[in-house]
């Protein structure tokens, strides 16, 4: 029906009451009341819909499309490339020492362990041992960045689960582990610190105190976490039995860390195959049973207790000696020397603008970061800049457990299921 | 979780088998079984260089007997612009090498299986067959750098655009860098 | 749009200046956490450096609802329409604050797969450098919009280049040739 509006709209009204309301302005279609259930083989079983690229739970920019059973997911399919940043391209323009600045922003919850294992990759190449410093100090800002890392877990977690406070509560204890790490590396996040050779600067004077400063407070935290969470019935009714998952199928699609420990797979890198000085301190290997987010949130957080055991026992334990290896061809001499010695002064210009050459040969190896097994392939044709820089990314396959995980689960539970799966997606797209 | 769960580790070898010595016994098992292969041992790790068509069957083969439960990754290699290729004897080096990492719990130990592709025939067999989790990792060889699965399901890009043209990691494919301006420069958009 | 359709006169002044101090002091930002300027931007609404004292830390999930879009991160390719969508949705007035060197200029990422530049895209209105900026150096560049909304400076800016600032060139040439070849 069509109103025409005119000038004289005050007696619009009137007239409609009085005179236009008796004429039937109608088209030709008629109406039909009709009434029962809707017939389910004209409507269709499933719907598809979309979640992310830019949504509030989705841990980044991952993008799932769910096909939906009313409130029951059917299948899902992750879509990523979100954030692809090329790095495996930039990584060959860029030579062996400027290498760690782009595979830190990987993983860019736990920087330093993607900084470790492109060193090690590199010095393995090489041929090179760094000296027992140097791995205790590695092994340090490793664990540190891994509570870090699974103390942003929790805060997430919680969030995306509905228990907002836990945001607050666990960046207060990241930002006290940001500001011990910001004291010995420089930065809080994207340290680039542990280069091919060693690192770039040895421990502050007092690090000791402030590292188990942080210890104390940090531990604190977990406690108060624990307190509120793991014995709340909410908590315990959004996660547990939510996205379960089995050893069989952990293995099949390639899945490691936490979501492979919660399955009753004790596999941790630290202890199968241990690197650094792993094998020199006392750790435990946290693995629960059923398999579900419940018990991948317990996990992570008594991995947070079992870092701060090695963080203890690194600054107990931590030799004196070179913070890197004195290799020249490798290590930048010291910035005093480049005043006094013209050779120091040429090794530092060669090896900041040209880098150092690395034999010609490929190797992969790996490391337990807090998502899984982080690995990367190097490839190199002895020059100074790498052929292939490939980063195995945990998330990257960890993603994948997403779709068994949420068969029959409610839309509510798949937060759930991305939550603790807990995907970084700088490493996820690279 | 009880106090005696922390207790029960998985059985592994007593020292991770990471060195292997010239008779490492799975490369040995899958030289014998596939004519051709050649062993290389890699700043102390195993790998095996096979010829592509077997791939799939390796893959099998080492999952199904020798216990390795686990694809970590597979990867590809674009070699055009290699300075020194290194090679080992008995390998014919082509444009393009798949590399595909495994990993044994049961045994704690890994192997590397290589295989070379030429350029202009770009395939190789999927291993999604026995291992589901190639799945992600085989698209994104695709989409970077163009080389073919036969047999993977949905071998679509993952990580670039539908609509991309080109595979972004192959050498031949330029950075794309924006060349850097100063201060009173015409701006290059 | 509402406020800058009235004639400015000694009269709207004070209501102008009324209006600016209500946009000032309730910005809603926009969750557009995209890579590690992310990490940090949660750091900066969380307890330490806190985003509540200028009444910003309700981030709003639907742009419908927010003002500030805050590009924390690299926009990718595929991410680039997703982002100019987002940007549409948003109701005037709005702003955007480019966060971290990547969302600038590309950053570190000079290559195929990143936008050398979110003002590419969408028009910036300030630009904070870091890789990634601390939370502190984010504050900062909230505290210049926030002075750049009380003086209306942003307005006038807009009103003059009439396009709203970004040209987006599309060149379908190339678009149509590759999708009938493919």
């Known amino acids: 029906m069509s109103t025409q509006i005119d000038d004289e709209s005050e007696d619009r009204l009137e007239r409609q009451t009085t005179e ?6 109608g088209s030709s279609r008629e109406v039909v009341v009709t009434g029962g259930p809707w017939p389910d083989d004209e409507l269709g079983d499933t719907m598809i819909i979309n979640m992310g690229p830019q949504h509030p739970s989705t841990h980044g920019v ?9 409130e029951e997911v059917v299948r899902v399919k992750p879509v990523i490339g979100y954030l692809h940043t090329g790095m495996e391209k930039t990584g060959e ?4 020492v400027q290498g760690g600045t782009n595979v830190t922003r990987m993983d860019y919850a736990s920087p330093l362990s993607n900084e470790l294992v492109f060193s090690l990759a ?5 041929d090179l041992e760094v000296p027992p410093r140097a791995q205790w100090m590695r092994m340090l800002l490793v664990e540190l960045s891994r509570m870090g890392s699974h103390l942003l877990f929790q805060a997430t977690n919680g969030m995306d689960l509905g228990a907002v406070s836990m945001m607050l509560y666990g960046w207060r204890e990241r930002e006290e582990v940001l500001r011990v790490v910001e004291a010995i590396t420089g930065l809080r996040m994207n340290n680039n610190f542990i280069r091919p050779g060693g690192l770039a600067a040895d421990l502050p004077d007092g690090w000791q105190d402030a590292v188990l400063d942080v210890c104390e407070v940090v531990e604190r935290g977990v406690a108060e976490y624990d307190a509120l969470l793991s014995e709340n019935p909410i908590w315990l009714e959004r996660t547990v039995g939510v996205g379960v998952t089995t050893t069989q199928e952990c293995l099949d699609l390639s899945i490691t860390g936490p979501i492979l420990r919660s399955t009753g797979f004790a596999w941790d890198l630290r202890k199968a195959q241990p690197y650094l000085a792993y094998d020199q301190v006392d750790f435990d290997v946290i693995y629960t049973e059923n398999g579900d987010v419940f018990d991948r949130y317990r996990i992570r957080l008594y991995e947070i207790l079992e870092s701060i055991r090695i963080v203890r026992q690194c600054v107990e334990r931590m030799p004196d000696g070179d913070y890197r290896v004195q290799d020249k061809k490798v290590t930048p001499p010291p910035r005093a020397r480049i005043d006094e010695s013209m050779e120091a002064l040429i090794h530092h210009f060669k090896l900041f603008t040209e880098g150092f050459r690395v034999p010609a040969g490929e190797t992969y190896v790996a490391i337990e970061s807090p998502r899984g097994e982080i690995g990367c392939y190097l490839v190199s044709d002895g020059s100074g800049r790498p052929v292939r820089v490939h980063v195995r990314g945990p998330s990257f396959y960890n993603l994948q457990s997403m779709s068994p995980m949420m068969q029959g689960a409610l839309v509510a539970d798949a937060v759930a299921v991305i939550s603790s799966v807990d995907p970084i997606m700088g490493e996820v797209d690279r | 979780m009880s ?18 010595k010239p008779d490492d016994e799975v490369a040995a098992a899958v030289l014998e079984r596939f004519a051709g292969s050649v062993f290389h041992s890699s700043h102390g790790q195993p790998v095996v260089y096979v010829g592509r068509e077997v791939l799939a069957e390796v893959a099998a083969m080492l999952h199904d007997e020798q216990q390795f439960t686990m694809l970590v990754d597979v990867t590809a290699v674009d070699h055009l612009l290699d300075g020194e290729r290194h090679c080992p004897a008995g390998v014919v080096p082509e444009r393009f090498e798949v590399v595909a990492n495994f990993l044994s719990h049961p045994r704690n130990r890994r192997l590397r299986v290589v295989c070379e592709v030429p350029a202009d025939d770009p395939e190789v067999p999927s291993l999604t067959g026995t291992y589901p989790g190639a799945d992600f990792a085989e698209r994104e060889v695709y989409d970077l750098l163009g080389i073919r699965f036969r047999g993977h399901p949905d071998l679509t890009r993952i990580l670039m655009p539908d609509d991309w043209v080109g595979h972004p990691l192959r050498k031949d494919a330029a950075p794309s860098r924006v060349p850097v301006t100063f201060k009173g420069d015409p701006s290059p958009r | 749009m509402g406020l800058e359709s009235l004639g400015h006169s000694f009269l709207t002044a004070p209501l102008e200046d009324l209006v600016r101090w209500a946009r000032r002091n309730s910005v809603f930002p926009a969750t557009f956490g995209l890579a590690c300027c992310a990490i940090e931007m949660m750091a900066t609404g969380a307890a330490h450096y806190d985003l509540a004292r200028y009444g910003m830390e309700v981030f709003r999930a639907s742009p419908r609802q927010a003002d500030l879009m805050i590009v924390a991160g690299r926009v990718s390719q595929k991410m680039a329409p997703v982002l100019r969508q987002v940007y549409d949705q948003m109701v005037e007035p709005k702003w955007v604050i480019s966060m971290g060197v990547c969302a600038s200029s590309g950053g570190m990422f000079n290559n195929y797969a990143i936008v050398q530049g979110v003002d590419q895209i969408v028009p910036v209105d300030v630009y904070v450098p870091g890789c990634p900026p601390g939370p502190e150096t984010l504050m900062h560049g909230i505290l210049t919009l926030h002075e750049q909304i009380r003086t209306g400076a942003i307005l006038a800016r807009r009103e003059a280049s009439a396009s709203g600032g970004a040209e ?12 009938s070849g493919d």
């Open chain 2, 3 to 20: 106090d005696d769960a922390r207790e029960n580790l998985p059985e592994v070898d007593a020292a991770p088998d990471l060195d292997p």
């Open chain 1, 62 to 70: 991952l993008r799932l499309m769910m096909e939906l059973d009313s």
């Open chain 1, 20 to 25: 236009g309301a008796q004429e039937i302005h």
């Open chain 3, 168 to 179: 987006i060139q599309i060149d379908t040439a190339d678009l149509v040739a590759a999708r």
């Open chain 1, 122 to 126: 590199v010095e393995r190449l090489l």
């Open chain 1, 93 to 96: 323009e860029l030579t062996y």
